[in-house]
């Protein structure tokens, strides 16, 4: 089936908005690739990867300091998740990694997805917090054995996980919680001579995108239930020359008129075997996709064309040079801003714009799902830190 190329949603630059404290060991090689969400005070913070020495990473919490209703900064407010628990921990690795959260109103949670950097390289888990600062874990992700697929889903590393605001149609009928993801089939880091294992109707190496669900009333039952996804489908693989290598999910799906915008990365270059993105040659651009409401798993138009690339040189300049690398999207005064990570090193900014008619329009869009800002004064802040904590996208 043709996909179309119309996605009329384009990225506008505006600059950095968090770069590493000198004066923190826990930032020594980097802040990087952020969730984001408001406290119930309704002010907007982000929650940074942040790295220290070693490559073992922590998660923070940061307020947004806002210029004429701009992101512009930040003030820090501690770490929020470190990896404390031992499968987030190896002999000689450590790391929770790369969050993407999404405010789930019917739940009256966010949902945390982060990588676990543990004994068997990067895995999939899961935290719910009420208030950004306390999360509870809910563990690993375990998907669902699906006998169609001839694998286990669970033998392989997967990253770049992130949920929609809202429950959406399953392929079953039944309205669920999905989870957008990306699993990586080659097994040779974990046994020399394994190779790639593809699952059925799969004839593409390439690491793509895919979803999978749990029923919304199991999720209303037992919030656990949000660990054990199923109906595991294959969304979209790399097509266009910026998606060469591979594509992965950036922020929580956004809904449009057009239908769900779903913003991801495509990656061309060299990627050597292994999680150490430090030996890299690679560019990470941003694009864009149009999603079926009626359907999550279709895609309606796809960009042909990167609509972010690097060029300042905080993007093409820093622990992996040549990154944009979008995980975060938020409304501030009905404009959208997105939050990315700058060559591993730095947080970026950048506005969503629509595109009506070939012009660029600061058009405000409804996000589905997001928590309303009240008027009130902000709350006090936890600043404790914990654990010992980090590898590629």
Known sequence: MTVSTDVPYAMTRLGMVMAPDPEDPF???????????????????????????????????AEVDLRDGVPAGVQRRGVVLAPDEGWERGR????VEDPRTTWVPSLGRHLMTYVAYGPLGPRLALAVSTDLR????????????????????????????????????????????????????????LRAGEGVHLPAGITDERAGIWISSVPADDVLADITALTRPRHHRCVALPQFPFEELKIGAGPPPLRVPEGWLLIHHGVTGYIPPGFDPTGQRVTYAAGAMLLDPADPGRVLARTAEPILVPETEDEQSGTVPNVVFPTAIEQVDGIHYVFYGMADAKIG?????????????????????????????????????????????
């Open 27 to 61: 930032e020594a090689e980097g802040v990087l690739n952020p969730a984001s969400g408001r406290t119930p005070d309704g002010r907007l913070h982000l929650l940074p990867r942040m790295v220290a020495a070693g490559n073992v990473s922590r998660i923070g919490l």
């Open 92 to 95: 000689n690795n450590a790391g």
């Open 134 to 189: 306390s999360w509870q874990r809910l563990g690993p992700v375990q998907f669902t054995y699906q006998p169609g697929l001839d694998t286990d889903l669970n033998l392989f590393p997967n990253k770049d996980a992130v949920f929609f605001p809202e429950p959406v149609p399953g392929p079953d009928g039944r309205p669920g919680y999905a989870m957008i993801h990306r699993p990586m089939w080659d097994l040779g880091w």
């Open 349 to 393: 900014v950048a506005r969503l714009d629509r595109i009506v008619e070939g012009v660029r329009h600061e058009t405000p869009i409804r996000l589905v799902g997001q928590r309303p800002r009240p008027d009130s004064s902000p709350a006090d802040v936890d600043t404790g830190r914990s654990g010992d904590t980090a590898s590629a996208h």
